[in-house]
C-alpha cells in the first residue's frame, strides 16, 4: 500500500497494503514459486449472485466476484473487501489499510476492519429508510448518502480513538441503477460499457506515494483527511456494464490497457459472465498485479511516476483487492 499522508504528516507518509493502505517501494522477497504470484493461501475468492426482488422490471441486479490477495511476506492483508446487500441495494468498495502503521506497533489492518463494520450497519440502517419511502431516487434531499454513510461509520470510529488509517474507494447501487461512488485515496473504480471505459475515479494524493486518508492518531487528530474532501459521482448504470473496484496494488502495477482487455474478453461472451467467471477474472488480475509487483525491472504505471519524482522505478508489490461486478 503506501505511505501515510497526514497533514501536516507526523510520520513519513504511512504506507500499506488494502483499501486505503499504501506500501513505501522497495524490493520485496515473495514466496517461491511462480514467478512471485501470491500462494494460495493467500488468495481469497469470492463469488456470489444478488437478484433483487422488486416490483420493477427494470430494476438493478447486480453479480460479483473478488480475489483478495495479500503481500507474500504479511501474515495478513490489510486491504479489506467491503460489500453488504439489503433492501436491494448494494454496497461494495476497498479500504486500504496503510501499512506503515506496523512501524508503530500498530496492526494496520484493525482501522480499516473497523470501519468496514461500522460502514455496513450504517448503510443497512439508511437503506432500510430509503425503502420505506422511494424505490426510485434516494429520499428528497439526500443527494449524497453514501457521503453520509461514511461520515456517520466515521465518527464513529473516531470515537474509539483506535490508530490507524486508510484509503477508501466505495460504491452503491440502488434499484434504479444509479451507482454513487465515493472515492478518498489511490484505490480506485472503472465501469467499462461494450469495451470501451466510461467512468474513472480520480486518484488522490497528498504527494508521491502519499495518498489521502481517514486516520486517527493521539495528538494528531486534525492531522488527517475527513470524509468531507472525498469525490463523489453519480452513474446511471446499463445492463452488461462492468464495474471494476481495487486498492492501488492493481493500479500500479497493471496498465490500463491489460486490465482493460482483460475485462472485455469476459464480458464478451453473448450471456452475462458467471460469477465463477467473474471471481476467475479478479484473480487473473491479482496474479498479475503481483507478479509484476515482485520485478524491479518492469515498467509499471508506479514505475513511471517514481522516475518521475527522482526515485526508482518497477513493479510495487503490495497487497491486492479487486471486486468485479457485471450489472444485469
Same mark, same amino acid.
Given at each position: ?16 497494503e488494502?483499501?486505503g493502505?499504501?506500501q513505501?517501494h522497495g524490493?520485496h !522477497? ?6 512471485g504470484?501470491?500462494?494460495s493461501r ?7 449472485k444478488k437478484?433483487? /426482488?422488486s416490483?420493477?422490471a427494470?430494476q438493478?441486479?447486480?453479480?460479483t466476484?473478488?480475489?483478495c ?5 504479511k501474515? &495478513?492483508?490489510?486491504?479489506v473487501?467491503v460489500i453488504?446487500t439489503c433492501?436491494?441495494?448494494t454496497?461494495?468498495g476497498?479500504l486500504d489499510?496503510v501499512?506503515e502503521w506496523?512501524?508503530r506497533?500498530?496492526?494496520?489492518s484493525l ?12 448503510f443497512?440502517s439508511w ?6 419511502? /422511494?424505490? *426510485?431516487?434516494?429520499?428528497?434531499g439526500?443527494t449524497q448518502?453514501?457521503r ?10 473516531q470515537?474509539?480513538?483506535? &490508530?490507524g ?5 466505495l460504491?452503491?447501487?440502488l ?5 454513487? *461512488?465515493l472515492?478518498l485515496?489511490?484505490?480506485?473504480? &472503472?465501469? *467499462? ?5 466510461i ?8 504527494s ?12 494528531e487528530?486534525g ?8 469525490s463523489?459521482? *453519480?452513474?446511471?448504470?446499463? !445492463? &452488461? ?8 496494488g492493481?493500479?500500479?502495477?497493471v496498465?490500463d ?7 472485455v ?5 453473448r450471456?452475462?459472465?458467471a460469477?465463477?467467471a467473474?471471481a476467475?477474472?479478479?484473480?487473473e488480475?491479482?496474479?498479475k498485479?503481483?507478479r509484476?509487483?515482485c520485478?524491479m525491472?518492469y515498467? /509499471? ?10 526515485e526508482e522505478?518497477?513493479?510495487k508489490?503490495d ?10
Amino acid at each position: 500500500s503506501n505511505t501515510m499522508a497526514t497533514h501536516p504528516a507526523p510520520l513519513n507518509a504511512i504506507t500499506g497494503e488494502g483499501v486505503g493502505a499504501h506500501q513505501t517501494h522497495g524490493a520485496h !522477497s515473495p514466496h517461491k514459486g511462480h514467478a512471485g504470484v501470491p500462494s494460495s493461501r493467500s488468495i481469497c475468492l469470492h463469488a456470489f449472485k444478488k437478484m433483487f /426482488s422488486s416490483k420493477r422490471a427494470n430494476q438493478a441486479a447486480l453479480l460479483t466476484g473478488s480475489c483478495c490477495a495479500s503481500h507474500p511476506d504479511k501474515s &495478513r492483508s490489510e486491504d479489506v473487501l467491503v460489500i453488504s446487500t439489503c433492501c436491494g441495494m448494494t454496497l461494495m468498495g476497498v479500504l486500504d489499510g496503510v501499512g506503515e502503521w506496523t512501524e508503530r506497533g500498530v496492526d494496520a489492518s484493525l482501522y480499516p476492519r473497523k470501519l468496514e463494520n461500522f460502514l455496513k450497519d450504517e448503510f443497512t440502517s439508511w437503506a432500510q429508510v430509503y425503502a420505506r419511502k /422511494s424505490d *426510485v431516487v434516494p429520499p428528497k434531499g439526500d443527494t449524497q448518502p453514501l457521503r453520509d454513510i461514511l461520515v456517520r461509520a466515521h465518527r464513529r470510529l473516531q470515537k474509539l480513538e483506535l &490508530r490507524g488509517s486508510t484509503t477508501a474507494c466505495l460504491a452503491m447501487l440502488l434499484p434504479n441503477r444509479q451507482l454513487h *461512488v465515493l472515492n478518498l485515496g489511490d484505490s480506485g473504480l &472503472r465501469v *467499462v460499457r461494450d469495451g470501451v471505459q466510461i467512468f474513472e475515479t480520480e486518484s488522490q494524493r497528498v504527494s508521491f506515494n502519499a495518498p489521502k486518508q481517514l486516520g486517527y492518531d493521539v495528538g494528531e487528530e486534525g492531522s488527517y483527511d475527513s470524509p468531507q474532501d472525498s469525490s463523489y459521482n *453519480v452513474i446511471t448504470l446499463q !445492463s &452488461r456494464d462492468a464495474i471494476l473496484i481495487a486498492s492501488d496494488g492493481l493500479w500500479d502495477n497493471v496498465w490500463d490497457k491489460e486490465w482493460q482487455a482483460d475485462v472485455v474478453k469476459v464480458f464478451r461472451a453473448r450471456n452475462a459472465p458467471a460469477g465463477a467467471a467473474l471471481a476467475g477474472l479478479a484473480a487473473e488480475l491479482c496474479s498479475k498485479a503481483q507478479r509484476y509487483g515482485c520485478d524491479m525491472t518492469y515498467e /509499471s504505471p508506479f514505475a513511471v511516476q517514481a522516475r518521475a519524482e527522482g526515485e526508482e522505478g518497477g513493479g510495487k508489490l503490495d497487497d491486492t483487492t479487486i471486486l468485479v461486478g457485471c450489472v444485469a
